[in-house]
């Protein structure tokens, strides 16, 4: 029989049976319906690898059941309209079960596998997995108030429902196999085996065929179609697998004295789905292939925690948009109390990659290592927290990547995966908050203060809210075409109404203009002292890093013999546009003149986000 022959009966014989399977399991048709359609288009694409199994149904099973778990994972259980009353029961009774009771019970009581092969597809022993197919029986009769004898026959019941999902001609199957791209079927095909390790659930196929299979192929041969001949096949792509993630070898050189042990190794489709910190959503690709995490820990010395992320998307160019889509999250940590430190961009590893160092600045203080890369589809984030300890050197954070990067290229058929990664510092990724300003994740903490900062919306500066009786700023009249101002408060944390940090910016027609600007501010505040003898210029300091230069200065104002008042002040120019930061503390809650220097070296790197 001609291969479009062959995959067109496997095709007709198995794709109700899965469907119905897929759905038992995830209580979402649409899930099923879809996640059943591109396993098959796959089956196709690896036709030659498929129909040298013994059974093709153990290629197709696990690729169905992972792909349909994950489209669904995220969403309400059982998002299927238009349900009996009796299939919505079954379908709740099944979601009341912990996860791994519901595979076996769908393994082995709708599937009809054997115990033995049961157990080596969930990855368990056999006496576990008749533990968890006795609990789930119980549980689910109970659920329904009905014998464990009916189990088999209440799941057969949802193939009803299942029935009713649309499937395409075999020949529209074979003809998107066709088309997909190799970089597609990378991850697409057969990524999502590896997702045994942590989960498990691998449906099993009943014998019995639906009605349809018993009718004679009639589909006409299609010259088109034909096989790749053999010379001409394209390569098998090695894939993934947890052998291929971090392991404690590999995270012994951040700290050579713990005693590191692997914690957990899953696919990410049970709990919340949130791993590591600032992580915002359970998936970076909702519409990726595959995703795997594992979590390792060091038993002695400082508490040091590594969590590894792989999501595989579906191109190269989706892994991409994963890839800005996590360092995103980083760039605008939601939490209230971590502090971005320092960003390096991460050459000689990977596609492309970035370092970041974050730290938290109220109890309990954890310092953050985050190292994000894309290797073709594939893109590995790697997480290593600190608490009340030192945080890992920087370049050995980076090779820890680098290692992760090796192994992940070296399945994904890459040539040079043995890099060795150069660091070089750089401005922060775009917060998303406001472009060209300092960012939340921008602010440091304050001593006695454990409330986040909070950042006002960005407005043009008709005035400037920053300005100071010695700079006497006014960015609109001196030229600026551009202004934004924004201002930085701690809610909640018993503060003076006059405490914050402000932040304008003005960009000029040239940079000769704005370096005129600041020139301008620089000669004000010297001759501050001479026109107001209630200020005190304390502390000029002038710096120049790189594209950035700029000023800053303590300003002590007397009120009255028994009152006196602080202001940390400081303008930064990048090109044609100069950023002011004024600071009022407030009793201990004040920055060091290093953290102030920082911050507005800090915000001269953000002006590059102007346009």
Sequence with gaps: MRAEGQFDSFYLKTRRALVHQTFALTGDLAAAQKAVRETYVSAWHHWRKVRSYEDPRDWVRPRAWALAQRKHTARLWQRTKELSVENRAILNALHKLPASERRALVLVELAGVPLDVSA???????????????????????????????????????GEAASKASLPRAAAVRREGRTRRRTHTLAAAAAVTFLAVGSGAFAYEPTSESPEASSPLTTPADPSTSERPQGDAEPESKLPSADDLLDVKDVSQLDA???????????????????????????????????????????????????????????AENASATYDKVLSWFARCEGGNLHLQRSFAVSGVADRAVLLELRTWAPPQTSYSVSLAQVGQMVTTEVVSTANGPAPRTLKAARTLARATSMLCEQAGGSDCGGRPRLQETAPPPSGEATGVLATVDMPGLEGVTKPWVGTSTAPASRNPAATACDRAD?????????????????????????????????????????????????????????????????????????????????????????????????????????????????????????????????????????
């Design 257 to 315: 004295e713990a005693a590191w042990q692997v914690t957990g190794t899953h696919d990410n489709t049970g709990g919340n789905g949130i791993n590591y910190v600032c992580q915002q959503e359970r998936f970076a690709d909702p519409e990726g292939v595959a995703t795997l995490v594992r979590t390792l820990k060091s038993g002695a010395g400082p508490s040091r925690t590594v969590v590894q992320a792989v999501e595989i998307s579906s191109s």
């Design 475 to 611: 960015f609109r009249k001196e030229g600026a075409v551009t202004t934004q101002t924004r201002t930085f408060l701690v809610p909640g944390a018993r503060l003076p109404a006059r405490f914050g940090l402000t932040e304008t910016y003005g960009k000029f027609r040239s940079s000769a203009a704005a370096a005129e600007f600041l020139g301008t501010v620089r000669k004000r505040v010297a001759a501050c002292e001479d026109r107001n003898l209630a200020i005190d210029v304390q502390s000029p300091h002038s710096m120049k890093e790189g594209p950035l230069a700029g000023s800053t200065w303590r300003l002590r104002t007397e009120l009255s013999q028994s009152h006196e008042v602080f202001f940390d002040v400081g303008f930064v120019r990048r090109g044609d546009t100069v950023a002011q930061l004024t600071f009022l503390p407030a009793g201990p809650a004040e920055l060091s003149s290093g953290d102030f220097r920082a911050l507005l070296v800090r915000a001269g790197q953000r002006l590059g986000e102007v346009g």
């Design 120 to 158: 080596r597809e969930l990855n368990v022993t056999q006496g576990t997995l008749e533990r968890q197919l006795a609990s789930g029986t119980s549980g689910f009769a109970t659920a329904l108030d009905t014998d464990p004898a009916a189990v088999p026959a209440l799941l057969a019941g949802l």
